[in-house]
């Protein structure tokens, strides 16, 4: 093998570097989501285009939080059209009739994520949620941020209106390696970097809830022998988390 050995190791690299870079944020981030979890109410997550899969990581799965709830358009995901998906996620005031389909309340925390944090639908959503009192979390590449201009009127990027950003150290462009005797790049590292600082803020906020007394409540495997542990889960948000 020649290029996989190379984007292994800057997987590694790249997710020991977040890792260092990255602990006081995922520490207070964990903290908001610890209050939030105590509190009976929901971490939220959204994302556009290929983020959007970070916005379901979490989501009725084993070892999942059952007080994670995703924020779901179809048409701000690639199976209906992948290119329209891109268009439709630069439309200003769609953010704010998409969030007033779910129940979101003050207490509640909101992670956006969005490798290049310039597109308005995210930054529209960040905004949207704080004005409704939740503390909101941006996940994205500063690198690639600060190297594009927003396309929101108001001139901000997603990590200069949440009120904490994580840095998922992707390079511009997302794409790590770049084929030999070409120009071309593959290898992209935001959804594996993403999948890990999201798994790891849900697994250190529920350590820290536990600590302020609350009882997990964590989905187990479907495929396991979780499956009266998964039905009281279910019936006891059904009614307040859209898609379960």
């Known amino acids: 093998m020649i290029a996989a050995p190379l984007y292994y190791q800057i997987i590694l690299e790249t997710l020991a570097s977040v890792w260092e870079s990255q602990q006081p944020s995922l520490e207070t981030a964990a903290g908001?989501?610890?209050?939030?979890?105590?509190?009976?109410?929901?971490?939220?997550?959204?994302?556009?285009?290929?983020?959007?899969?970070?916005?379901?990581?979490?989501?009725?799965?084993?070892?999942?939080?059952?007080?994670?709830?995703?924020?779901?358009?179809?048409?701000?995901?690639?199976?209906?059209?992948?290119?329209?998906?891109?268009?439709?996620?630069?439309?200003?005031?769609?953010?704010?009739?998409?969030?007033?389909?779910?129940?979101?309340?003050?207490?509640?925390?909101?992670?956006?994520?969005?490798?290049?944090?310039?597109?308005?639908?995210?930054?529209?959503?960040?905004?949207?949620?704080?004005?409704?009192?939740?503390?909101?979390?941006?996940?994205?590449?500063?690198?690639?941020?600060?190297?594009?201009?927003?396309?929101h009127t108001s001139g901000a990027r997603l990590f200069e209106v949440a009120d904490l950003s994580l840095d998922n150290g992707a390079v511009v462009g997302d794409a790590s390696v770049t084929l030999p005797g070409t120009e071309a790049c593959m290898g992209p590292t935001s959804t594996i970097i993403g999948s890990f600082l999201v798994n790891a803020l849900a697994l250190e906020a529920a350590t820290l809830a536990i600590q302020r007394g609350w009882t997990p409540a964590i989905y187990t495997s479907a495929n396991g022998d979780g499956g009266d542990r998964n039905a009281e889960l279910l019936c006891r948000f059904r009614d307040r988390l859209p898609h379960l």
């Open 32 to 151: 908001w989501i610890a209050d939030a979890l105590a509190s009976d109410r929901c971490l939220y997550l959204f994302g556009t285009g290929h983020s959007h899969l970070l916005s379901l990581e979490l989501f009725y799965r084993a070892g999942g939080l059952a007080q994670a709830a995703p924020i779901l358009e179809e048409s701000l995901m690639l199976h209906e059209s992948a290119s329209g998906s891109s268009e439709r996620e630069r439309e200003e005031g769609f953010a704010a009739r998409i969030i007033q389909r779910y129940p979101v309340a003050p207490g509640d925390v909101l992670l956006v994520a969005s490798n290049s944090g310039r597109n308005a639908v995210p930054i529209e959503m960040t905004l949207e949620a704080k004005a409704r009192g939740l503390k909101t979390i941006a996940l994205t590449s500063l690198a690639h941020s600060r190297s594009v201009l927003s396309r």
